[in-house]
């Protein structure tokens, strides 16, 4: 059975840093493309950025230079390094695991986690 369970997510001010965890159980990281998205209050679901097989990326312009994505095959776990962080970046974020070789942030990706709470406040 598949599981994705994100981890990491907390309160912090402008400016800070965090870094999300996904650990993935019942699939290989390696083997799958990799991706973040993100709903804030009120607002629709966004990606963020995706990773493949290959470890070729794609971020949004709102990530880019702040956002970072990596995995850890021996951990089996994805990760999202968030810097400089802004109000706006407050949502819940979600990771998600795509069997394509290629990412690209459509509504593809098969398995989905319960998401974490990322809240950026003065």
């Known amino acids: 059975q598949v599981q994705l369970v994100e981890s990491g997510g907390g309160v912090v001010h402008p400016g800070e840093s965090l870094r999300l965890s996904c650990q993935a159980s019942?699939?290989?990281?390696?083997?799958?493309?990799w991706a973040w998205f993100r709903q804030g209050p009120g607002r629709k679901r966004e990606g963020v950025v995706c990773?493949?097989?290959?470890?070729?990326?794609y971020y949004e312009e709102v990530a880019k230079g702040r956002f970072f994505i990596s995995r850890d095959n021996a951990k089996n776990t994805v990760y999202l390094h968030m810097h400089n962080l802004n109000p706006e970046d407050t949502a819940v974020y979600y990771c998600a695991a795509d069997s394509d070789f290629y990412c690209s942030l459509g509504p593809q990706f098969q398995y989905w986690g319960q998401g974490t709470l990322v809240t950026v406040s003065e």
């Open positions: 019942g699939l290989s990281v390696g083997t799958y493309a």
């Open positions: 990773i493949g097989t290959d470890n070729a990326t």
